[in-house]
Structures are given as structure tokens and as C-alpha cells.
């Protein structure tokens, strides 16, 4: 696993997850790196940028899931709450299942303590309006009234995983925003960043001329004389 | 049917969904009591708490479908709209059909003025801008400009339905919050409703004591010392 | 396929969804004319009425999807950007992948730029964030970072198409608003303008009886004695 | 409910569920009356006609479902095994769920002593070898080992279903065969089964001429010519 | 559109769709080339290659769907049946509609009297059995008693369709057998025969080496020691 | 993880899955113990006892698929080949992907080698007639042609899984037959074996009775004086 260095963690502020899902498919041929099916609980708090730290939970089994109880020190989520870094995103594998919650309003507190910077699930999450209150970017299949152990054992953390069909290796930085949340892999993620923000000037030109009522043949991509007139307003703008 | 005393009412609306689902599945082991894929038309009204009255849908036929009149004195939901007592929340079993819209401003309008005080449905819900100005809290699978008749015909009233894959008897107790839709049974919801209102408390103890930075471990769920301190807390309150 | 009149469009922009998709079951028998399983962007600005310009999107090819670029003459999105009219809602086949963002923020403002009232799709958007700020009325699945190419390929303008599983002519008239997406066949929508702005007034004098207390037999449809009073108050009205 | 005489299942016996569909949707406008995502557990041995006698279930609730016995004289499912008539199909609607079996081989040979002809579920079977070496027609989604109390409660007999999405009521004509299973509305099955029969004909010998050479323009449908044609060769068979 | 050559039609009928499909992927980096959700109406019968006729459906408008005859001259089904030349695979896009059946007796003993040698959908079939007794290998999602015009218009032939997800040109290579179907890009049809001759006849010894005891390791895929006996062993075998 | 002995292995050949999940539910409060969405290639030859031997596959990322080769040391597939006991049966968590196959011929031969008596997976299978021609009882969604790293990467051995929804930890005993596959907490398997047994006489005692005409009310489940019958009818057996 490759540490993600601050800088491009920063870098990655800058950069939409539509930009991140181009550059990885365009120049890595990765194809599908964004998490499908899941939303904001608050779009007005989504973006976050970290590497993963991953928890799989599996089925329950009614004689387990009640048992499996998180004051256990070998309960997985216990780990997690325990030993999860600051400006980690914490990413849960919930099979799919919305019905349940993975975090409320507890546990969710436990995370904004240890400076968890946004939260990942491919399922539900419940106390939704105090997860709201506490600020924590969280994404999710949508609100649940029950507790995991309806449906779900938090089985291990650390382990590659699959959130809504997308592998995620902890240490993978895991970016959102308004459209969705994307996985880049941690050996890539400098390059990206680096080619993300260039993409985003580039856009933000591109989009201004459309704007003004250019012609998308020859602007979207550009072609070689509008990426020349973009070269020069980049140099202008210093 | 058991009737629901006022008072429990007015302790079930102390009690999130969350906090009922829990209770309903550690002492008394029912396991899925919220109703999963539906959400608010409005996030900002989606508190209520009643018993059920139930109408059930049945797939149209054609030749059904544009005579069964709610004009007609047998048609179910024209005898939903005359019958249902005030404080009553109307729970539709719609097939799961999002398609449709189980209720649209007029007859919305009208369980407003019978008292209704909240309406949940796993199927559309139709003229939800005037729903959402009419203040009734309504849960449903989202909006569908069709009226049911496109896809449904209402069929009958008070009896046993599935909403959304979960079992309704009329008279259940039904609560609505940010959470989603939990059914208690009736002859449970006194009860619940007490522990519920015990178990809030010390969950917003248990809060507090993790967002100053106490461990989850020995917190949540609370050990005896920390129940003692709660229980200390507690009648420090008052 | 026979043009709509400006006055048609004027018309429907004071009927709603609801009312259309009514009117086109009872008068026409066409059941389901309105898209199930999209939403609006933003649901302060959803809606719009005009005319069906279309674009069919198919599966991708991993060999084609990045050497079909928007920059080639031949790629159907470039001829829709150079050819919609404007006053057109811009629909589009996409398979019903969600997964993908059919259109950013440089096409919407193209789009923009031409006239368009309002977009349409049965996937995903990208850049929803600035299609919210441009203004432009768009349904879809919801929010998708991954582009277009990632799954889909666009392969043709101005055929007929399914969006979610609904028929859509190119001239097709599409009404967007809070309860979702009608489909009006173009040679039926002046006569459905008419009846829907009658339904509307006439609903709306019921809905304001049902609110006064009165009862829905009798009222919800109006029967005959109900109906002269509506005439008559509606004489009053001028 | 309009009782169907021997004479009509007589001669539906010779009508397939594919003519039977195309009669109810062009004779009367009756579109989708097959039910969908069901198959025979033997398709050596899936031909049955006979009236539909019904059976709803409802989804369980942990505390009733082991309760609510089948040896409980108000057990639904215990009600139609005593009371459901020779020559009947037993319909029921399983809120389609696959995961747990509708009838096992004990229920399903109690029917067959009782002479039922059919069984239609839109859930599961179990001991699905037993019922085929009954040689009971059985069409289900496919087998499944758990009883039906693991996620169903039987609730009522004789009402109005759904099954699969089609409106069943008791009484009505229900058929299957290879192509899956229709449900006719009693009032119309004489008519039906007499259409049948003659289109079946006409069908037959129309295949006959394409599989000759016959160009389908002219043989399918038949035009004036074809048909007459057709007549004379029917009144030369006798 | 690249015509294919008889000598690798006559290649390919050695080829299982899994080796195709394998190097479809690891060859040319297309990753899903076969159709999911389907299976054949005949398993002792679903082996075909030939290339693609397209026939597009959308889904129906009641207005439309009775009148658009197949006695139409104009109608998309007409003409597929007047013009698809002999073997040919026959590819419908049914916007995966299993509820209706895409051709019935009728039209399948037409395609089989002009030489069709397959037929692909990704809906339902009719009158399964006679197709079963024609030997039409035929690939769907299963029997299907209504007729297409219950949900669906036959639209277009010969155009770019999605079936199952996958693209289909017209031209394309189409490939079935027990694992299901493949879809080769009519340009790569000749390379792809030649290369999968070749591969299963190595996957065929090594087959027979793991059978002997062989381990995995080193033969799956075979190390060039491995390599080495298997071309000895083929030159052995002349 | 208990070992179960060859005794217990033996008498569950003697139960039915659907004799054991209903003796999980009523004895131990186990409510969905048998894998739904999954059936057998072969359903002549699906009966299978043995303890799980468990592999977790999770999401292909493209630059990983086509490196993580099965001739890796590390590959956990390979592992499983070489480690895998025989008497094992082998489960598969495949994340529900039936569009590509976890074993084809040459995997499913090693297995047959190292004596594997079963193969279960929540996803596809390719080389289904090779695996049918082996004998090898194998459940799965259905035959797939692309091999896994289509969409899949075999990522570790023997770890808790989730299959098709239900647990499954290594060692548990996994049943195959007819009505689908039953998994058995290992610790439990010697109890439900024996109960098992006895259940099975009880249950063909009671089809008799009911074959002869017998009331289900008494029978099913049988009363006291019925249960005597039984006794005195065991007795006589010997």
C-alpha cells in the first residue's frame, strides 16, 4: 500500500470526481471507479477527500448478531472506532443491504472524534438528521431505521473489499462530491492529482467558451488552436 | 386489536425509529419492523405517530380498472376516506408499484380534514407539491404523475397488509421520523414506547460521553460503571 | 409528426403532469405516458414544456467508446449540440444505466446556449452540481461522475426511442414538473392542452370543497349536481 | 362470480395460453394476463384448466409465523385444503417471494386427493421432487427449501390477489401450459374458449402454408384470399 | 461492415463461447462480449454461428401497437422476415422485456424456411414447444404466452442494437452453445476462429493432464515446460 | 470451527433441505438457512453433504484482472486448488455476479481430483456441459461463457462469506438436493442430523396418511393420537 503524500491530498480538493473518473478510465483504462446507487445524506456536506480504511461486514446469523456485541474487543466495528487514523475515509462493505444502518448517530460521533474525514457504504445509515447535525460527509443508500445487527455482523476491517461492485484496498483515496464518490487506486493517486487539476483548468476554459456561445467541434476536446488559445490564457492568468 | 392508549402516543413521539426497531428486535425479537424503500416528501415534516388504518391494492384490469369509480359507494379507498378516524396514520399496500400515485392532492386534502396525521405507502404518491404545502407527512416510494388506476385498483380496507415486505395489522402502531417508517405491534407499543423513552435518555448520554472523547469500549454499549454514572446524571436531572 | 403550436406549449405550462397523464388514460386509453425512476436535479427548477428532440445511446464497446469522440462530425451527441432547436427538451435513450452521467456541465451549457428548456434521461448525470447553477430543468436517475463513454455510446439523433420503458417520438411533447416527466403524443397535445387546463380549474374548485369539509362522494368526481355549481362559480370568475 | 361450465374447460384444454393472451388483448383490450417470472417445476407436465380458488399470504412477523400452526382451525392455508373443490387451481399470492416454498409434498398431496388440477405461486416450492413424481402441475419461480413461515403467513382465502402483478380473482379461468399460465376473467371465458378454438385452426393452417414457402404478407394475418382459402380447407376436414 | 468468410463460420463452430469470450478479453481487452440473463429454449439444441440481423423494438403505445400490423408492408418484423438471408442469426433488442414473446411458431417456422440458423433476445419467446419441435436454436429469457404487441413495437431492422446490455452490430458474429452467447465484432471474426482453434486444443490437454492428477500450477495456464509437451504432443497427433 | 464427524455426514444424505431449514427454524430460531437465486446445472445429480471450504472473490479492477494470474503463487483460486480437503464442498462468494463463471472444466476437474463432492456459488458457471459430463453436483445462477476476471478476482480462502445472502463460515455443512442448498452451523450439524432422520420418518408416515385421504387437521402437524399411530407404527418397522 502506498501512503498518499498531503500535498495530493490537497491537490485532490481541487478536483471533481468527474474529472478523477476521465482521467483514470482515459489514461489507465479504468473503467467503472465510481460507487453506484449511493447518495449525500446532505449534499450541502459531501466532499471529503482520504484514504480508505475499510470494515466488511457479512450476513447475520440470528445466534451471532446479537451476540456479536460491540463491546466485544473482537468486534470488527469496535476496531475500527478504535484504531482508525485521522483524515481517513472510513468505507464500508454492507453487501448491498439499505435496510439496515452501518453507523448512526454514536458511532458517528466516535469517528468525527478521531478526525474521520467522510464516510462510504454501500447500504443505509440510521439517525441520519444527527449525522446531519454533526457535519460527517456521509455517503449511503439512504436512511434505515434498523441497527446493522438486523441484517449484518461487522466481520473485519483492512481487507479489500467491494462497496456497490467497486474494489476499494485500504489505503485507496476516496474522493466526493455532488456526483458520487470515486476510488483511486493509492499508487496512482499523485499522477491524478497532478493531471486532475490541469483538467479542471482546462474545463473551466473550455466551459466559458461554450458559455459565450462557441461551437462544442473543435472546443470539446479542443483542438490544436484552442488548446494554443488556452495555453496562452493560462500564461496570462500567471 | 389492541387499542394505543393517548398517553403512549405521546411518548412514541419522544422515541426515533431507530430507537423503536432496536427494542423490537433485542427483547422481543422482531427483526425488520421499519419499512424499507420508501422515503419523505418533505424531509422537513416527516414526524408522526398513530395507528394504522390499511387499504389494500390488488394489479388492475383494464376493464376494472376505469369503472371502479371512487364515485362508486363500494370503491375501498371512497370507504377510506369516509371511515378513517382522526389521528389514524393510512398505510397503503400499493404492490410495490412506484409507477402510480396512491393519493394526490384532493384526497390528501381530505384525510387532512378527517385528522389523518401521516400517510405511507410502497408505492408513488401524485401532486406532491400540494402535498408537501398541505404540511401531511407522507412517506412512498417518490412522485408519480399517474393516478393508481393506471396500475391499481383499491380493493379493500382494514384488512392484514405487506407494505413494502412488511406485515401491517390495522391498529399497529405506525411512527414516522428522518429515519423512515418502524410498525409496532399494538399490544407491544406501550411498552416499547416506555423503554424507548428510557433508552433515549441514556443514548444521549452515551453521545455526549463519546463526543467529549470517551471510548466506545465500555460505552456503547454501556458497562456497569458507566451505567451507574448515567443513572448518577439522570437523577442529578431530575 | 405534426408541429405543436406556441399556444399549445403556453397552455400546457399551466397543466400538470398529473392532469395530462389522466387525460391521455381516460380520453385515449394510454395507460403509462409518464417516465418512472428519474428525478429532478433540482426541484425548484423542474419545469418545462416542448418538443421531444432525441438521442438513442447503445451499450459500449471497449475499442469504440474512446475512439468515438465528441470531436468527430459523425458522433450523434456533436450533431445534437449542432442541431437541437431551440425550445426542445433534450431526451435521451440511455439504456437505463445510472451508473453513467449522459450529459456534464460544457454539453448542458451548450445546450443552454441553444435554447434547450429542459433534459431528460433514463441514466445518470455528471457535473450536477453546475447543471443545478446553470438552471437548466433536468430529470434523470441521479448524479453519476463516470462520462458516458464508460458504459454507453451515442449512435443516433431523432429516432423514436424507450426512456424508461416509455415510447418517445422526436416532436413528442414533454412536460416536466414536481410529479415527474408526461410524454404527449404530438398529434393529441393541443386537444390535451385544452382539456387539461379545464381539468385543472375544476379540480381545483374540488379540492377547495374537499378542504371546506365536503364530502369526496359526489365531489371526487363531482357529480352532476356539483358540476353546475362549479359552472356556475366559474361564470362568476369571468 | 360467474361459474364456467365443464363444456368450456373442455375445449380450452385446446387452446393455448398464447392464443388466449392475443384474444383477451385485441378482443378486449385485457393486455398482460399471463403471469410473468414463473415456470413449471416439470415441464412434461404442465397443461391445466380449471377455476382459480385463492390464497393470500401476507409477510410474517417473527412472534406469529411459528404460532399461526397449520394445525390452527383458523389457519388459511388449513381453510383451503378442506374447503377448495375438485377440479380447482390453487393460486396463491406469495408477494413474490422466491426464497421460501409455497407448498411442500404433505400440502400438495393433500390437493391432489382433494382432485385440484393446478398449483400457481408467485413465490417458491419445496420438495420439488415429490411434487413432480405426483404429477401435480406446478408453476412457482423455482424450488426452495424453507417453509413459508421463514417469510410468509397465510392470511386469507377466496379474496381478490395479485399474483405477479395480475389481478386473480376466485373464479376465474386459469390455464397453463409450455408458454406459462393465463388468467381469463369467468364472465368471459366461454367466448374466449370458442375463440380459441377457431383461431387455433386458422393458426395451425396458416403455419402449415408458411412452413411451405408462404411469404407471411397475405398469410399472417391471413388476408380475404388466405381466409377464404382457409375456410374451404376447413370445410373439406369436416 | 466487414463480411466473415464460410471458413470461419465452419472454424468457429469448434470454438465454445467461453474460450471466445476469454479471447475476446485478453487479446483485444473486450470485456463482456457474451449476453447475460439468457438461456436456450432448447439446451440439447442452442449451438449456432452466423453473423447478426438486427430487428429493434420500443416499447409499445396502445394506439399504436394494434395497428401497427405485421401485415404491414412498413413493419419492422415484415420486413426482417422478408429480408434476412440465410444463416443468419436473428437479434432482437427487446429492451429486456421477458413479460412478452418476440416471435412465436409462426415467425419462427418462416426464419427456419429462409435458413436462419439461431435466434437471440433478450425477451421472452411464444409457443416455445413448437419452437422446441422446429429446432430452432433459440437463446431468451424465457417462455412468454402474450404476444409482443402487449409492450412492445418492432421499430427498425439491420440498425446498431443493445441486447442484454451488449452492443450487436449488424454483421456481428454470433456465437451459442450451453455456456450462452457470444458476440464477436464482425473485423476480428477470423483471427478470433483461428486463435480459438488453437486454444482448445491446449485447453483440451491440459484438461486431460489435471484429470491424470496434474497440479494447477504450471499447467493453468501451462509454463513453457508445459507448452513444450503439449506441442509434442500435437505434433504426435498430426 | 467444530468438526463434524463422518457419521453426522452420513445421515444428513438421508435428510432433505427442507427437513433441515425447517428444523433450523423451529429449534433454533435459524430463519433463512438456504441460499436463494441459485440452482443446479445438473438436477439429476445435486445431492451433496460435506463441510464448506470457502473462497471470497471480490470486484476486478482492469489492471489487476489479467496480472492476478491463477499460475501466481498467491492467487487464492491456485490455493484453493491445493489446499482444499476432500469431502469438501466447495462455496464460492462470487458478490452475486452471474454474468461470469467462477469454474469452468479444468478447475472443476482439479476439484473432481482432490475429491470435492460439491461446487456452490452466488454467481455463474462456464464449460457447463464438461462440468455436467464430470458429475460434479454443481449450484450456481447459470451458465456464464466470460471467465471471472471479467468482473471478478479470487481474493482469499477460508474466510467467513456471505453467499447469496447467508452466511457461511468455513467448515459449516452444506447440503445439496433437489429443492436447493441448506447451510448447517458446524456446531449444530450432529443435533440437526439426527433430528433430521427422525423428522423424515414422521413426515413419509404423514404423506401416506394424507395419500389415503387423511385430514391435514391432526396430521399436519400430527396430534397426539396421531403421533402414537406413528410410534406404533415405527415399532412395527423395527
Not at 502506498?2 to 500535498?7: D, G, L, Q, V, Y
Not at 491537490?11 to 483504462?29: D, H
Not at 440510521?126 to 466481520?155: N, Q, W, Y
Amino acid at each position: 500500500m502506498t501512503a498518499c503524500s498531503p500535498e495530493t491530498i490537497q491537490l485532490l480538493k481541487r478536483v471533481p470526481t468527474a474529472a478523477i473518473t476521465g482521467i483514470l478510465l482515459k489514461k489507465y483504462g479504468l473503467r467503472m471507479r465510481a460507487i453506484p446507487g449511493i447518495g449525500p445524506i446532505d449534499p450541502a456536506h459531501c466532499r471529503f477527500v482520504g484514504p480508505a480504511f475499510t470494515l466488511r461486514y457479512v450476513p447475520m446469523r440470528e445466534d451471532i448478531a446479537l451476540t456479536v456485541d460491540i463491546g466485544n474487543p473482537a468486534n470488527a466495528m469496535l476496531q475500527a472506532t478504535q484504531q482508525i487514523p485521522a483524515g481517513s475515509v472510513f468505507v464500508m462493505d454492507m453487501c448491498g443491504v439499505g435496510a439496515v444502518g452501518g453507523l448512526g448517530d454514536v458511532l458517528t460521533t466516535r469517528m468525527k472524534v478521531r478526525g474521520v474525514v467522510g464516510v462510504v457504504a454501500d447500504g443505509g445509515m440510521r439517525d441520519v438528521s444527527e449525522i446531519r447535525a454533526l457535519g460527517m460527509p456521509t455517503f449511503c443508500k439512504g436512511p434505515a431505521a434498523p441497527a446493522s445487527p438486523s441484517a449484518l455482523i461487522p466481520m473485519a476491517i483492512q481487507q479489500p473489499i467491494g462497496c456497490g461492485g467497486v474494489l476499494v484496498f485500504p489505503g485507496d483515496i476516496i474522493v466526493g462530491d455532488e456526483d458520487g464518490v470515486a476510488v483511486i487506486p493509492a499508487h496512482l493517486a499523485a499522477e491524478v492529482a497532478q493531471m486532475g487539476v490541469d483538467k479542471e483548468a482546462l474545463d473551466g476554459w473550455v466551459r466559458d467558451r461554450v458559455a459565450e456561445g462557441g461551437d462544442i467541434l473543435g472546443l470539446y476536446p479542443p483542438n490544436e488552436a484552442n488548446l494554443a488559445k488556452f495555453e496562452a490564457w493560462k500564461a496570462m492568468q500567471g
